[in-house]
C-alpha cells in the first residue's frame, strides 16, 4: 500500500484532535437535528449517524435506512458539517453515492467479511469519497490491513481507520478490549493512514470516554470518532455509551496534547541508557537459548521428552511471584517468560529431531 493520501477534512483545525461526533443511529429527523445542531455549536465539523444498524441479534432496532439520507442531507445543508453514515453492503454504498453524504465508514462487522468489503469496493470504484475502515471485531491485523487494501485497489485515495476495540468474553471492563498493541502496529506498517479512536465501542461506557480519549491521544491518533445523543438515555441503541454534545465539548476541551517531538538532553541520556539495558538483555537472552540447547543435547542423548510440564510450571510460578516482589505485573512476566519458554521448545524440538 503506497502512496494513500491520509484523509483530510478541508475545516477542520490543525490541531489534534479531529473529531467525528454524532448519535449511533438517526433515530428521527428531529434527534438527528437536533443532536447535529448542539454538536456544530461545539465546534464539531463532521457528523456521523447509523442509517443501517447491523444488529447481534434480531428485534433490535435495524435503522432508518435510506429514509434517514435526506435527514443527514439537512444537517449538511443546515449546520454546514460534513455528514458521514455506515455502509455494510452495495446496496448502502449504491444508496449514498448519489447523495450529499461526505464520508463513509466501514463497521467491525462487515471488515471482518472479504466478500462484503470486496462488493462494496467494487460499487465504490471510480468515485472519490473518503473512506474510514474500522477494525474487524477480531484482533486480527491482516484482515484489517486486507479490507483496507481492497478500497485502495478499486482507487478509493482517501482513507483512514478506525480502531474500536476487539471482542473478547471477557466484558467486564471494556466492551471491547483495546489492545493498543494492534492499531499501534498498523500505524507503523502505514503511517500515512490517518487513525481514529472510537472511545465509545471501546468502552460500552460513557465515564470511559474521557480516559480512552487520552489515551489515544497519548498514544499519538489523529482523531476521535465518538457518539454522541442529543438525549443519551432516550437513545434507541448504544444508550450507555453515548454522551451529549455538551459532554463531549468538556471532554476534548480537557484534553491534553503533547505534540512536542524533540528530545532534550536528559530524555537522551535515559535513551541511551535503555539501549544499554536492552543490549545486555538481548545478550542474556541469547547465552540462555545457549544454554536452552545444551540441555536440548542432553535430553536427546538420554531419552527424555522435550517438554517437562512440572519444570515449567514451577518457574512460571516462582518468576511471576518474584516479578511482583521486584515491583512488576506478574502478568507481564508471564506473557514474557511464555514467549521465552516457547521459542526454547522449539530449538529443543530442531534438536531432537537432528540425526
Ligand atoms: C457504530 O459505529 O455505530 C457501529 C456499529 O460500530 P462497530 O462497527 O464498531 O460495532
Ligand atoms: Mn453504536
Not at 35 to 57: I, M, N, S, Y
Not at 214 to 235: I, K, N, R, W, Y
Amino acid at each position: 500500500m503506497t502512496d494513500t493520501e491520509p484523509i483530510r477534512f478541508a475545516e477542520t483545525a490543525a490541531r489534534r484532535p479531529l473529531v467525528v461526533a454524532g448519535p449511533c443511529s438517526a433515530e428521527t429527523e428531529e434527534q438527528t437535528l437536533a443532536t447535529a445542531r448542539q454538536l456544530a455549536a461545539e465546534g464539531v465539523r463532521v457528523f456521523r449517524a447509523g442509517l443501517w444498524k447491523p444488529r447481534t441479534k434480531p428485534g433490535g432496532f435495524e435503522g432508518v435506512g435510506s429514509a434517514g439520507i435526506a435527514w443527514l442531507e439537512r444537517v449538511k445543508r443546515e449546520t454546514g458539517m460534513q455528514v458521514a453514515t455506515e455502509v455494510a453492503t452495495p446496496h448502502h454504498a449504491e444508496a449514498v453515492l448519489g447523495s450529499g453524504i461526505d464520508l463513509l465508514w466501514i463497521g467491525a462487522r462487515t471488515t471482518a467479511n472479504p466478500f462484503a468489503v470486496q462488493e462494496i469496493a467494487d460499487v465504490l470504484q471510480g468515485h472519490d469519497i473518503p473512506v474510514l475502515v474500522k477494525n474487524p471485531v477480531s484482533p486480527d491485523l491482516e484482515l484489517w490491513i486486507g479490507a483496507v487494501e481492497r478500497l485502495r485497489n478499486a482507487g478509493i485515495r482517501r482513507l483512514g481507520v478506525i480502531h474500536r476495540g476487539f471482542g473478547s468474553l471477557d466484558r467486564s471492563h471494556y466492551r471491547n478490549h483495546p489492545m493498543w498493541a494492534i492499531p499501534i502496529e498498523l500505524h507503523r506498517r502505514f503511517p500515512e493512514l490517518q487513525i481514529f479512536c472510537d472511545p465509545s465501542h471501546i468502552g460500552g461506557r460513557r465515564e470511559l470516554v474521557g480516559p480512552l480519549a487520552q489515551q489515544a491521544m497519548d498514544l499519538g491518533f489523529d482523531g476521535l470518532f465518538v457518539e454522541s445523543h442529543c438525549t443519551p438515555d432516550e437513545a434507541w441503541s448504544d444508550k450507555a455509551q453515548q454522551i451529549t454534545p455538551h459532554e463531549l465539548a468538556l471532554i476534548i476541551g480537557r484534553l491534553v496534547i503533547r505534540e512536542t517531538a524533540t528530545a532534550t538532553g536528559s530524555l537522551n541520556a535515559l535513551r541511551t541508557e535503555i539501549d544499554k539495558l536492552d543490549d545486555r538483555l538481548l545478550e542474556l537472552l541469547a547465552e540462555r537459548m545457549r544454554v536452552a540447547c545444551e540441555i536440548g543435547r542432553y535430553k536427546r542423548e538420554h531419552g527424555m521428552p522435550v517438554l517437562q510440564a512440572r519444570r515449567y510450571e514451577e518457574l512460571l510460578s516462582r518468576r511471576t511471584e518474584q516479578a511482583a516482589g521486584l515491583g512488576m505485573d506478574p502478568a507481564f512476566m508471564h506473557t514474557v517468560l511464555q514467549a521465552i519458554h516457547e521459542e526454547s521448545v522449539r530449538q529443543q524440538m530442531q534438536i531432537i529431531d537432528e540425526k
